[in-house]
């Protein structure tokens, strides 16, 4: 099995090798080739992502399934999606009912599967609010609430990059270095547990495999 997963940069391909260990300790079988094309912050909209989603499923080496992972902040004054319903809708209408590219005639449709981070990716990160502490040397309390329900206003990576800039570590929050580093010491389940969509996007990988889904 082989699945190509498009993301927005190198902080969500710096959590692969964890997302591994986890789908490792998750399937009995043999777990699933997974090959992550990082864009420049911001993943292919509209018929950009069709034509990547297409290339990914009909090309000489060809992947079985096409993820799309997005944050739901994006950036700008005026946000591209307005939660993870509708990043999710959105990427399903880009990429549309396209032609058939297997002899098992299933469509690109049934094999591309939109999956976001709400709000961005780091929101993954802050179940690790003590170990994000113990980095920037400052006991800043954690964000409240559920940490899928920080919002465009000041999303989970203003509030990381904060802590980091007033604690006496001196940095400023590195993302791709940062988040390796937060989630080395951490058991993914935690966050699996908080955060819906994480769960989600993991539990469309364990069904592909044929593996048990995470209740």
Known sequence: MKIAIIVEGKTEKAFLPHLRAFLKNCLAGETP???VLPYDGRIPKEDKLRRVVEN???GSKPADHVIALTDVYTGGTS???LDAQDAKKKMRQWVGAEPRFHPHEISALHRFHPHVAQYDFEAWLLPYWPTIQKLAR???GAPGGN???VNHHNPP???IKEIFEI???RESYVKPRDAARILRENDLSVAVAQCSELKAMINTILSLCGGPVIP
């Open 33 to 35: 080739k997974l090959d």
């Open 56 to 58: 990914l499923l009909g």
């Open 79 to 81: 946000p591209d999606f």
């Open 138 to 140: 400052h006991n800043k």
């Open 147 to 149: 940490p899928e329900t």
């Open 157 to 159: 990576a203003y509030r």
């Open 167 to 169: 604690g006496k570590c």
